[in-house]
């Protein structure tokens, strides 16, 4: 993602980036326009176009704010535990869920090519925690780059594919569909708390001396 533009002759960033993301909730971003953020942000087409010459470049920039604000409510917690609460912050987040249903593809360039500013933001948050940890004892030793990169590529794992290792919502599903062993013991479906269970579990093993 692009970095935020802070611009000296711009003040409203946050102005436009709240009308974006007023807009993008509303209708999704490809139908959001530069004119209906203008609008919405009650400035002129022309002061957005000066700065974002087209809506995903504005988008890119309205997710960068999102994703960091989320990630610095945990910034300073222990890495295991803030890195779940980020997943569970970014799951519920009316944006995150917005683009996933409406628009993924949007997130694709970020997933297959490219580390975009709120990845390199985020992994500034997660280096400094793993130092912090080091610095404590709570962390083993190791390279706080590497080990933050393959936080952070586990955390989005878990984050975007969670969904699809879920059970489905209803009657327990059998312990044994196949019949090997006893079809009729049940067991709990799995579900969004059992998979951050599951992520602190393997965070703990993977960063603890």
């Given at each position: 993602?692009t970095?935020?533009?802070h611009?000296a002759d711009m003040?409203n960033?946050d102005?436009?980036?709240?009308?974006?993301?007023?807009?993008?909730?509303a209708v999704g971003?490809r139908?959001?326009?530069?004119t209906d953020v203008?609008r919405?942000?009650?400035?002129s087409?022309?002061?957005?176009?000066?700065?974002?010459?087209?809506?995903?470049?504005l988008v890119?920039?309205l997710?960068?704010?999102?994703w960091v604000?989320?990630?610095?409510?945990?910034?300073?917690?222990?890495p295991?535990?803030s890195?779940?609460?980020v997943?569970?912050?970014l799951r519920?987040?009316?944006l995150?869920r917005?683009?996933?249903?409406?628009?993924?593809e949007l997130l694709?360039?970020y997933?297959?090519?490219r580390?975009?500013?709120?990845h390199?933001?985020?992994?500034?948050?997660?280096?400094a925690?793993?130092v912090r940890g080091?610095?404590e004892?709570?962390?083993?030793?190791?390279?706080p780059?590497?080990l933050?990169?393959?936080?952070?590529?586990?955390a989005q794992?878990f984050?975007l594919?969670?969904p699809t290792m879920l059970?489905?919502a209803?009657p327990?599903?059998?312990?044994d569909?196949?019949g090997l062993?006893?079809?009729?013991?049940p067991?709990?479906?799995?579900?969004?708390?059992?998979?951050?269970?599951e992520?602190?579990?393997l965070?703990e093993r993977y960063l603890?001396?």
């Amino acid at each position: 993602m692009t970095s935020i533009r802070h611009n000296a002759d711009m003040e409203n960033t946050d102005r436009v980036l709240d009308a974006a993301r007023a807009a993008v909730l509303a209708v999704g971003v490809r139908r959001t326009t530069l004119t209906d953020v203008a609008r919405r942000a009650g400035l002129s087409r022309m002061t957005i176009y000066r700065h974002w010459p087209d809506v995903r470049t504005l988008v890119a920039d309205l997710m960068t704010r999102e994703w960091v604000r989320v990630a610095d409510r945990f910034a300073t917690g222990d890495p295991v535990t803030s890195a779940v609460a980020v997943v569970g912050a970014l799951r519920g987040h009316p944006l995150w869920r917005k683009i996933v249903e409406v628009d993924p593809e949007l997130l694709l360039p970020y997933l297959l090519d490219r580390r975009g500013a709120s990845h390199e933001a985020m992994l500034a948050l997660v280096e400094a925690a793993i130092v912090r940890g080091q610095e404590e004892g709570t962390v083993r030793p190791g390279d706080p780059a590497r080990l933050s990169r393959a936080v952070l590529l586990t955390a989005q794992s878990f984050l975007l594919s969670g969904p699809t290792m879920l059970d489905p919502a209803g009657p327990e599903t059998p312990a044994d569909p196949a019949g090997l062993d006893d079809p009729a013991s049940p067991v709990p479906p799995v579900g969004l708390d059992d998979l951050d269970a599951e992520l602190a579990t393997l965070l703990e093993r993977y960063l603890r001396p």
